[in-house]
């Protein structure tokens, strides 16, 4: 069974930093892209980094030079370290595994950490 857990998430102040993580199980975690996702009260889930099998890595344009996004094949688990925290970063954030590219996968998410950035 495939699952994907984050955590790191909580209360900071704007311009705090916090390091989320995504720990995953029951699959092979390194050979498949992760997504860190969130979704603000109110609004569509928005994509906020990827990272590749081999390591490249993509933000939208709200997440550049602010967060960044890793993993660690050895741990099976993924990061997304944000620095300089706006209250508009406040939204639950997802880890997503999407192993579709193979025979037989599927889409996982895990179930959230919330975030709220306030002073």
């Known amino acids: 069974q495939v699952q994907l857990v984050e955590s790191g998430g909580g209360l900071v102040q704007p311009g705090g930093s916090l390091r989320l993580s995504c720990a995953a199980s029951?699959?092979?975690?390194?050979?498949?892209?992760i997504y860190w996702y969130r979704q603000a009260p109110g609004k569509q889930r928005e994509l906020v980094a990827s990272?590749?099998?081999?390591?490249?890595?993509t933000y939208a344009d709200s997440a550049k030079d602010r967060f960044t996004i890793s993993r660690d094949n050895a741990k099976n688990t993924a990061y997304l370290q944000m620095h300089t925290l706006k209250p508009e970063d406040t939204a639950v954030y997802f880890c997503?595994?999407?192993?579709?590219?193979?025979?037989?996968?599927?889409?996982?998410w895990g179930k959230g950490t919330l975030v709220t950035v306030s002073s």
């Open positions: 997503n595994l999407d192993s579709r590219v193979t025979p037989g996968g599927l889409d996982y």
């Open positions: 029951g699959i092979i975690f390194s050979i498949y892209p």
């Open positions: 990272i590749t099998s081999g390591g490249t890595t």
